[in-house]
Nanobody, 122 residues
Framework: QVQLVESGGGMVQAGGSLGLSCAASGRTFSYYTVAWFRQAPGNKRDFVAA????????VYADSVKGRFTISRDNAKNTVYLQMNSLKPEDSAVYYC???????????????WGQGTQVTVAS
């Protein structure tokens, strides 16, 4: 069983930066694929970025490529999402997800956090 808790959301001006964290419980978390998704009001939950358990494979949505960076610190059981050059369309609730299986960009993740709000003002 893995529990995920996101933090770091807030409001920022367009062009600014924000960093999200996702703290995980569970001794085997370091062997899990981790990902970030986001959901704006009235929209479906969309894939943002994912990182394999060893950190050797990362995938980003085209909309965030070059602006967002996913990383992990397995010693701290924490996943990060650094968001730069933020745009108003990046506003959403951001969710952390984890799964012991291979990296996917769909919502096939076994464990989810409760989400953290990110608002980018124009």
């Amino acid at each position: 069983q893995v529990q995920l808790v996101e933090s770091g959301g807030g409001m920022v001006q367009a062009g600014g930066s924000l960093g999200l964290s996702c703290a995980a419980s569970g001794r085997t978390f370091s062997y899990y694929t981790v990902a970030w998704f986001r959901q704006a009001p009235g929209n479906k939950r969309d894939f943002v970025a994912a990182l394999s358990w060893g950190g050797g494979n990362t995938v980003y949505a085209d909309s965030v490529k070059g602006r967002f960076t996913i990383s992990r610190d397995n010693a701290k059981n924490t996943v990060y999402l650094q968001m730069n050059s933020l745009k108003p369309e990046d506003s959403a609730v951001y969710y952390c997800a984890a799964d012991p299986r291979r990296l996917v960009t769909t919502m096939e993740y076994a464990y989810w956090g409760q989400g953290t709000q990110v608002t980018v003002a124009s």
